[in-house]
C-alpha cells in the first residue's frame, strides 16, 4: 500500500511559479512510476506529467510543455511539479498518482495508476 500526500497549492497570478511535492509512504516509492493529474470545475481528469520509478524518463501534456517540470527525489519518498509561466486555465485541484507494476515507465493513461492522494488546489487570478 502506498500513501500520497500532496502540497503547495495555493493562489498565484498570471506568470506565476508554484511548486507542488507528493510525499509517498513506503520503502517501495523508488520502484513506482509517479503521475501528475489535474480536474478542473465542470471537467473531467486530465493528464499533467508523468515520470518513470528510476526518473530517467519524463512525458508531459502538451499544454504544460516547457512551462511545468518534473522530478523526484527517491531518498525523500517525493516527487516535484515545478509550475512556471502559470496561466488561469492550469486552476484546477491537482492529483499525484503512483502507477503499478514496479519499475514502469511513464504513462498519460489514469487507469494505470493505482495508488491516489487526495489532491491540491491550483488557483491562477488573471
Known amino acids: 500500500q502506498v500513501q500520497l500526500v500532496e502540497s503547495g497549492g495555493g493562489l498565484v497570478q498570471a506568470g506565476g511559479s508554484l511548486r507542488l511535492s507528493c510525499a509517498a509512504s513506503?520503502?517501495?516509492?523508488?520502484?513506482?512510476?509517479m503521475g501528475w493529474f489535474r480536474q478542473a470545475p465542470g471537467k473531467e481528469r486530465e493528464f499533467v506529467a508523468s515520470?518513470?520509478?528510476?526518473?530517467?524518463?519524463?512525458y508531459y501534456a502538451d499544454s504544460v510543455k516547457g512551462r511545468f517540470t518534473l522530478s523526484r527525489d527517491n531518498a525523500k519518498n517525493t516527487v516535484y511539479l515545478q509550475m512556471s509561466s502559470l496561466k488561469p486555465e492550469d486552476t484546477a485541484v491537482y492529483y499525484c498518482a503512483a502507477r503499478l507494476p514496479v519499475r514502469s515507465g511513464v504513462s498519460y493513461l489514469s487507469h494505470e495508476y493505482h495508488y491516489w492522494g487526495q489532491g491540491t488546489q491550483v488557483t491562477v487570478s488573471s
Open positions: 515520470i518513470s520509478w528510476s526518473g530517467a524518463g519524463t
Open positions: 513506503g520503502r517501495t516509492f523508488s520502484s513506482y512510476a
